[in-house]
């Protein structure tokens, strides 16, 4: 995985803990920089991936968070990025370590319709531990609070979490 690093074929998204040493124990995600090189390693690639299935789900998530990556990078905010995996089951999908600000917890669906049940489990865990701000990066069109989650059309939310100007 180091030499994908090193050649920017992909990066390791390590997994997010308050403690340091916990979060080096914990299994990191890999990703490619690119859905398409994902795609083309899976055998994948001339299969269409039609909204509202299981594959375009993982492909728009895996999208987001390298897009979510490259312009931290980009405009040089600084963020620690990881994701989150409870002992529970719960996962969050990408944690933002912001300078200065909240820590954004951030789930990303493809759906074009959120409701509640979408987002139940980061409102549950955001209830629970008050540890940061919630988002729900979607195709959904419009902008909502569900519970304490906002949720945002994915290129609004890059603007809301501050990382495009």
């Keep these: 995985f180091s030499v994908l690093e090193d050649t920017l074929a992909g990066f390791i998204l390590p997994a997010y803990h308050r403690s340091i040493r916990k979060s080096q124990r914990s299994h990191p995600k890999f990703y490619f920089f690119d859905t398409g090189v994902k795609r083309a390693l899976e055998r994948s690639l ?8 299981y594959g375009f789900g993982r492909a728009f998530e895996h999208f987001l968070v390298a897009e979510i990556v490259r312009l931290n990078d980009y405009f040089r ?30 789930e990303i669906k493809s759906s074009d319709t959120l409701t509640e049940r979408d987002v139940s489990s980061l409102n549950r865990f ?17 902008r909502k ?17 501050g990382l495009v100007p």
């Design 46 to 53: 001339r299969q269409d991936l039609p909204p509202r299935t």
């Design 77 to 106: 905010r600084d963020w620690r990025l990881s994701f989150l995996r409870t002992k529970d089951g719960l996962e969050v999908d990408l944690v933002a370590d912001r300078p200065g600000r909240p820590t954004a917890f951030i």
């Design 126 to 142: 955001l209830t629970d531990t008050s540890a940061g701000d919630g988002f729900c990066l979607s195709m959904d069109p419009r």
């Design 145 to 161: 609070k569900l519970g304490v989650v906002l949720c945002l059309p994915w290129r609004e939310g890059l603007r809301e979490l």
